[in-house]
């Protein structure tokens, strides 16, 4: 299983990128997918997480301004953000867990609510939110 991270860049503050990532090799159902970022010296953070019975759920601050989106036919999960500010300036990187559904942001647990930590990470993409 490979997942590989793309549309990382600089932008102007209020600006706005299309994050990318191709899950390759990857078949597994119900599956659990998430967006974490994370500065230097800094623990990860969830951004967003989505599963593949259709949950989803976003970090407070991204609420309104971030949007992610799974599509099946290529296996690839987006995350769309608008208005972005310097704090969103971090390495962002996604990750999936299998046999999983998204119940909080960052958060895979099984059907009976414990929850497991992701098995397959990409090497994330630098997002750099210029004041």
């Known amino acids: 299983v490979q997942l590989e991270e793309s549309g990382g860049g600089s932008v102007q503050a209020g600006g706005s990128l299309r994050l990318s990532c191709k899950i390759s090799?990857?078949?597994?159902?119900?599956?659990?997918i998430g967006w974490f970022r994370q500065l230097p010296g800094k623990e990860r953070e969830g951004v967003a997480s989505?599963?593949?019975?259709?949950?989803?759920v976003y970090e407070e601050s991204s609420k309104g301004r971030f949007t992610i989106t799974h599509s099946t036919s290529d296996n690839t999960v987006a995350l769309q953000m608008n208005n972005l500010k310097p704090e969103d300036t971090a390495t962002y990187f996604c990750?999936?867990?299998?046999?999983?559904?998204?119940?909080?942001?960052?958060?895979?647990?099984?059907?009976?609510?414990?929850?497991?930590?992701?098995?397959?990470w990409g090497k994330g993409t630098l997002v750099t939110v210029i004041s």
């Open positions: 989505v599963d593949s019975e259709g949950r989803i």
């Open positions: 090799d990857y078949t597994y159902t119900p599956y659990c």
């Open positions: 990750a999936v867990v299998d046999d999983m559904v998204a119940v909080g942001v960052g958060e895979c647990a099984d059907y009976d609510g414990l929850v497991y930590p992701m098995d397959y």
